[in-house]
Structures are given as C-alpha cells and as structure tokens.
C-alpha cells in the first residue's frame, strides 16, 4: 500500500505546454553531471530513383476505372517528387558556391585594406625616425660655416699683420731717403694689394651672403691703422 501512495503522489500531468517544459528542466537539473542526449537533425529523404526499364507505359486515360488509372498516378506522383528534389539541389548548391565565393572576396578586400594600413603606417614611421638625421646634418652644416668664417677672419688678420710689419720697416730705415722712400712704396704696394683682395672677396661675400660685412669692417680697420702709422712717420 505504501509504494502505490509514493508513487501516485509522484505522478504529476502537466497541463500546458509550459508546465511540460519546466518539468523537463528539473528532471535535467537534477544531474547537472549526466550528458544530454541531442537528437541529429533529420536528414532530408532522398526519393527514389526511377526504373532502369519501364515494361509497360501508362496513359492518363488507360484503363479508366480500373486499378491501373491509380498506378499511373503514384508513378507520376514520384516522379514530380524527384524532379522537385534534383532542382532544389542544384538551387542550393549555387547559393553556396555564390556564398564561398563572397567570402573569398570580403577576405582578400580585407587584406588588401589591412596590407595598405600597416605600409601607410610603416611609412609614418619612416618619416618620424627620418627627422632626427636631418636635424643633425642641419647643424653640421651650421657649425661647418661657422668654421669657415672663423678661418677666413684669421687670414684677414694674418694678412694685414704683414701689411702692418712691412710699414713698420719702412719707418724704421726713414733716416735714409732710399730706405724711406722704399717704404713709401711698400706701402702703397700694400694698398693696392688690399684694395685688389678686397674687391676679389667682395665678389665672393656678395655670394656668401652675411659673411662680407665683419671681413670689410676688418679691412677698413687695418688700412686705417695703416694710414694713421704713415701720417705719423
């Protein structure tokens, strides 16, 4: 008597579909650890194949009212059957190859797209390390001119020193009209050669730009302390 009470209190009819739904829930839940059968999805029936060899053919009015009228009927029942089949094959199948075909495409216009970014980008960064070399050259070039500046100042200086010791010399021998007047004309020898190597590295400023002004300021200074030395001899 106790095991038909349990099981009477165990039965319970589900009355919706809900209910049904949720009944089968907590039959699953209750072993979490148990595998869940899922059924394979049905696979499409292929139909028949038709005969190799019809022995006899039928005609829609063969035999009216009699059996071979329905055996005609089920014969072309299959066969309209069979044909729906093959056509929605063969729709299928090109809508698949059109769909691989598609995805090949979006693939190689995506690469072609990625390949384009990554070398606008290798590019960028080209540029970015480029910039620091050109700044160095810049003022290697600067400091070059600098250079030459300075070289050029210091063979004005040499040059005008010599003018200066050859006036020097002259006054020296002054007692003697010979010596003085030798140092008369290496003075205005002197003259001229400055006059002839200003006008030459005139031409050469007036290209160099900035340069010319502190060699001119130089060359007027010196024939200046020229002048006032022979003035005072």
């Given at each position: 008597m106790d095991g038909k009470e349990k099981n009477e209190k165990n039965v319970v009819v589900a009355k919706t579909p809900a209910e049904l739904q949720k009944m089968r829930l907590d039959k699953l839940m209750k072993n979490p650890s148990k595998e869940v059968f899922i059924p394979e999805s049905s696979q499409e029936r292929k139909p028949r194949d038709p005969l190799e060899f019809i022995r006899n053919v039928w005609g829609?009015?063969?035999?009216?009212g009699s059996g071979d009228f329905?055996?005609?009927?089920?014969?072309?029942?299959?066969?309209?059957?069979?044909?729906?089949?093959v056509d929605e094959k063969f729709e299928r199948d090109n809508a698949d190859a059109e769909y691989q075909k598609k995805l090949e495409k979006n693939q190689t216009e995506a690469e072609i797209r990625t390949a384009k970014k990554r070398a606008k980008r290798l590019k960028k960064k080209q540029k970015q390390k480029g910039k620091k070399p050109k700044k160095e050259q810049e003022e290697?070039?600067?400091?070059?001119e600098e250079s030459e500046d300075e070289e050029t100042e210091e063979s004005w200086?040499?040059?005008?020193?010599k003018g200066h010791n050859s006036n020097q010399n002259g006054d020296m021998?002054?007692?003697?009209?010979?010596?003085?007047d030798?140092?008369?004309?290496?003075?205005?020898?002197?003259?001229?050669?400055?006059?002839?190597?200003?006008?030459?590295?005139?031409?050469?400023?007036?290209r160099k730009g900035y340069?010319?002004?502190k060699q001119h300021a130089l060359v007027d200074e010196k024939q200046f302390q020229i002048s006032a030395n022979t003035n005072g001899s």
């Open positions: 829609s009015s063969a035999g009216a329905h055996v005609y009927r089920g014969v072309r029942r299959r066969e309209y059957a069979r044909q729906k089949y290697k070039e600067e400091s070059d200086e040499q040059d005008c020193d021998g002054h007692n003697s009209n010979q010596n003085g030798m140092g008369y004309n290496s003075e205005e020898n002197c003259d001229t050669e400055v006059k002839s190597e200003k006008s030459e590295n005139h031409n050469d400023n007036k340069r010319s002004n």
